[in-house]
């Protein structure tokens, strides 16, 4: 069975950083994309960025330039280390990758981690 553990979320002030990790495990054979999104109160999930296998990155506008996706394919690990940090920027963030496991290939998430960003 595939799972998504996301980790690195908590409290922090505006203008910090925080560096968010989402490792894969599982009988996985391949991770195509791996990527992102965003739930604050209130509002639609949204994307924050995704990666590619090769490495090519998106990000949604408001993230570009403070936060950087890379992963890591050795270890099916994912991050996303943002700075800068706004008290918009609080919402739950959500792992998200297409993988290709013993079941076939599917889209998986995290249950996600909370990120709070005080004024």
């Known amino acids: 069975q595939v799972q998504l553990v996301e980790s690195g979320g908590g409290l922090v002030q505006a203008g910090g950083s925080l560096r968010l990790s989402c490792a894969a495990s599982?009988?996985?054979?391949?991770?195509?994309?791996m990527g992102w999104y965003r739930q604050a109160p209130g509002k639609q999930r949204e994307l924050v960025a995704f990666i590619t296998s090769g490495g090519s990155t998106n990000y949604a506008d408001s993230m570009k330039g403070r936060f950087t996706i890379s992963r890591d394919n050795a270890k099916n690990t994912v991050y996303l280390q943002m700075n800068s940090l706004k008290p918009e920027d609080t919402a739950v963030y959500y792992c998200n990758a297409d993988i290709v496991a013993g079941i076939g290939r599917m889209d998986y998430w995290g249950k996600g981690t909370l990120v709070t960003v005080s004024s």
């Open positions: 599982g009988s996985i054979f391949s991770i195509n994309r």
